[in-house]
Structure formats: C-alpha cells, structure tokens
C-alpha cells in the first residue's frame, strides 16, 4: 500500500513539531519527531563523556547503540538502548549537542533507515531539517516552516521558562542562533528549503492560523494529485 508522507522542514522554535502533531491528529496519521532522535543519540553521548568533536568514539558508541521510538497516548517516547530518555533530551544543553552531533554524517546515516522505515510502513507527518530535501525526497507535501529568530526564540521562552527556570530570552536568542548556522551551514544534509517544498512563515500568526494555512496547502496537494 502507498502511504502518504507529509515532511514539515524548518528552523528551531518555527513551530514544526505543534504543527506537525496537530496536522497528524487531524488527518488520523502517525506523527514523527526526527529531532528527538538525534537528540537522544547526543542524550548518549554526553551521558558516556564522549566529546562531540570525538568523532572515533561516536562511531563505535553507535555501533552499540539502539535507537527506538514509540507512540503512547498521542505522544512519542523515543528509547536509547530500551531506556526511556523522552523526559530528558529537551534541555537547552542537549539542544546543542544535538545541533552539533547532527552534523556527523555517519549520526545522520545511523537515522535515516529508521525515519525511511516508519514512513514506508505508515502515513506520517515527519518534522525535522532535511525530511523534504534527503529523508523523503518522494514526500507527498513538502512545507517549510519558518518565522523571525525573535518570534521563534520568544515562542520557545514562553514554552520553556516555567519548566527550565534559568533560561534567559537573550540565551534561547543565541543558542538559537548558533544552531540555525550549525544546521544550515554543515557539509550533510543541511537546513534547506526542498525544490518543491513551499514555504509557509508564521511570523505574527496565531498557532490555529498555521494549522488552517498547512491544512489548505495539504488539501490543495492532495487533491491536485488525485
Ligand atoms: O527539531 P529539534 O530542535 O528537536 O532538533 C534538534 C537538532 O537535531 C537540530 O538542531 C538539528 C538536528 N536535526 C537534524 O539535523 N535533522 C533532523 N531531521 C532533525 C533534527
């Protein structure tokens, strides 16, 4: 059966992952977050000392590493090596090492099967960097969301500052940043827009004016490909 993928590419804090998820709940489809895996592969790797520049360590780390993922009541809790770390991989540490271990090609070789298979097995709505461009470059809809570096950083404050007390507007600002350069500027797979993506930039919207513009670019694709 061919299953209908939806890739949603685009900056940190742009809104991919509330997008994404209410998208799947909408249209009844399996919603996929590719960032927590690289998160939790850097989750790993903090966790042994590893140094991220380390790149001989890190290539026998995942040779011993399994990476998995499940979906529990709407929600998707990711393992490494069948520990549950879903609670632990959002801090704003783990968001860089991420962005840094990302830039590994043989990290994002380590994860392509596994995003390649769920999505050749289900319909899903995937959200990452490089799903429109290199993971699904066959997707169904291809849209890239984006938004100011001050309307996502202030998004992720509002998310953030309740649950991580220390956090700073000026840090979320400069982490933010910092890996917008390091996820498009690195060698493999980087940030970028797919040929036939389109771009939807949520400045100044509300999250349910989002929702209404993707939904009205999914039915017009879907349609027209009927
Ligand atoms: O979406 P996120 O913020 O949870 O992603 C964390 C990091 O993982 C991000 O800075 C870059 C990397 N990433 C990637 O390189 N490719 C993806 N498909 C998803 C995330």
Redesign the pocket.
């Known amino acids: 059966m061919k299953t209908v993928n939806i890739a949603i590419?685009g900056p940190?804090g742009a809104g991919?992952?509330s997008l994404a998820k209410a998208v799947a709940a909408k249209l009844g489809y399996t919603y996929i977050?590719?960032?927590?895996?690289?998160?939790a592969i850097a989750f790993k790797t903090l966790q042994l000392g590893i140094t991220i520049s380390d790149l001989v360590s890190i290539k026998q780390m995942l040779l011993r590493t399994t990476i998995s993922f499940r979906h529990i009541n709407g929600t998707q809790c990711v393992y490494v090596d069948g520990k549950d770390v879903t609670g632990k991989i959002r801090t704003n540490e783990i968001?860089s090492a991420?962005?840094a271990i990302?830039a590994i090609p043989d990290v994002?070789s380590f994860l392509l099967g596994l995003q390649r298979d769920i999505a050749s097995k289900e319909n899903v709505v995937m959200?990452?960097?490089?799903?429109g461009t290199v993971?699904l470059p066959n997707a169904d809809i291809k849209i890239f969301l984006t938004a100011s570096v001050e309307e996502r950083a202030k998004r992720r404050y509002e998310e953030q500052k309740n649950t991580i007390g220390s956090v700073t507007y000026e840090e979320i600002v400069s982490t933010m940043i910092t890996?917008d350069k390091?996820?498009s500027e690195r060698a493999v797979?980087p940030?970028k827009p797919a040929t036939d993506a389109i771009i939807l930039d949520n400045s100044g919207f509300e999250s349910h004016q989002t929702l209404e513009s993707a939904l009205n670019i999914i039915e017009n694709k879907l349609k027209n490909a009927l």
């Open positions: 590419d940190a991919k992952s977050d590719t960032g927590a895996l690289y998160r968001s991420a962005s990302s994002r959200d990452g960097r490089d799903i993971v890996r390091n996820d797979a940030l």
